[in-house]
């Protein structure tokens, strides 16, 4: 995000730090101090961003080259078009809470899934939604390194179609 050092910004006397949207993020009497708070948010985000990419970097580095692809290109989709949640992208998400989810016993959520990353107050957001996610939440597009999902045991009388259909899909 950029901000702008504006001058008496609509009226206001001293210099104002003004986000894209023309929120004010801040109004000082010189402009040193305006300068000084714009480096301050930038920084922040840089911040914020590093976060992003060590929490991304952990389970994406563990993901099949295959799978890779599948997240970059979510994500490279959502930076074109904004999150896929919105109506207008026309793409299912099939998001269910953590109350909902019971696949997270076995591992299938988003705390185990690479588009996850945490925010500083401990809750976690997804690169590809707008959605508050939970970590034992989940979706149709979760992307999950080996060795986090456990197989689930099947019953006794399961017919083999439906055995390895489960077991061979990727829980959508
Ligand atoms: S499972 Fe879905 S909602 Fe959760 S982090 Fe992954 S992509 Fe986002």
């Known amino acids: 995000m950029s901000y702008d050092v504006r001058r008496n910004y609509r009226g206001k006397p001293g210099y104002s730090v003004v986000s894209p949207d023309g929120s004010v993020r ?29 929490a991304e970097h952990d389970l994406y580095e563990q993901l099949p080259a295959a799978e890779k692809k599948f997240h970059d290109s979510l994500v490279s989709i959502a930076e074109e078009y904004g999150p896929l949640d919105k109506e207008e992208t026309g793409i299912w998400i099939g998001y269910e809470s953590a109350e909902m989810n019971t696949d997270a016993a076995i591992g299938v959520m988003c705390g185990n899934c690479s ?47 439906i055995t390895r259909s489960f077991w061979g899909g990727r829980f959508r």
Do not use: W
């Open 26 to 54: 801040g109004t000082h009497s010189t402009r040193q101090e305006a300068v000084a708070q714009q480096r301050a948010l930038y920084a922040a985000e840089e911040n914020s961003k590093k976060d992003i990419s060590k």
């Open 115 to 161: 588009m996850h990353y945490e925010n500083d107050d401990g809750s976690i957001g997804c690169m590809i939604l707008s959605y508050k996610i939970e970590e034992g939440g989940k979706c149709r597009l979760a992307a999950i390194p080996p060795g986090y999902v456990k197989s689930p045991t099947p019953p006794d009388d399961s017919p083999d179609m």
